[in-house]
């Protein structure tokens, strides 16, 4: 597998066509992914906000002073507050306030950044990743030249009530975010949405070199390929937030579709939210 970062993209500006960027910039072949990071997505799309855009509300003033009173730091309350407006549901409130985003990416603070945000405090996440990732790609099937512009009829989200593709079809996009982890130190990549593809690949009912059937392996495909593409972003001013992974191959598995764990199946998430609410 190869990673191969896009050159020379510019600081991108909103109504900046990402798809055309790329396909200008990158030759694409078929089988090829292309991560792109949230960071510019959100910039093309005019996701930057200011602090000032978010009055605080009862409740961030509540999680800011009671942020202070457990660590003695200063929170912004009108930080909180764009933090309660991206999200749909506050799991952990102190000290860090860990959510779920709209589109059911769980993070601290909603993922909002406040680095390579020129001119703003704040850059969201894109309200919608996964048609992002849909948009990104069906341009890329319009205009690269390698790439067969039929397949952008063809299946275009891999969302969970989408059909999910055989493999890559033709090209994959993943839009990615650089995310924390519970349980580990460090910062890796991690996919907020994607098309062209199955977020996993499954490998139960396929056996080890014992022979023993696996039975609970599903390889969360997008998120290792975010985490690779990651190494080759960068996270400071390297300026290269698109990566065309090249000669992944997916194999003979089965796809699947989901990548978030809805809160009925989420022991860990249900279990935060008793702890957090006692
Ligand atoms: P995130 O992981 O999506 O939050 O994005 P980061 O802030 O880590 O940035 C990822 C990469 O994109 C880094 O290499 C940045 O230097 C680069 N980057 C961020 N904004 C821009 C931009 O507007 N234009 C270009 N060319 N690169 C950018
Ligand atoms: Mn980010
Ligand atoms: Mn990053």
Redesign the pocket.
Known sequence: MQLHPVPDLPEIEPGDDLATMIAERAALEPGDVVTV???VVSKARGRTADLADFPAGPRAVELAERFEALTGEEKDPQFAQAVLEESTEVIVETPFLLTETCFGHTCVNA?I?RSNVPGHDL?L?PKRPADRAAEIRAGLLERADGLDAEAADQIDTAGSDGAVPDGIDEVGVIVT???GRPFRHGQRGVALGWAGMPASRDWRGETDRDGRELGVTVQAIVDELASAANLVTGEGDDGTPAVVVRDFDFGDHAGGAELFRSIEKDQVRQALREWSYE
């Open positions: 990071a949230s960071t993922g950044d850059l996440l975010d650089t995310c």
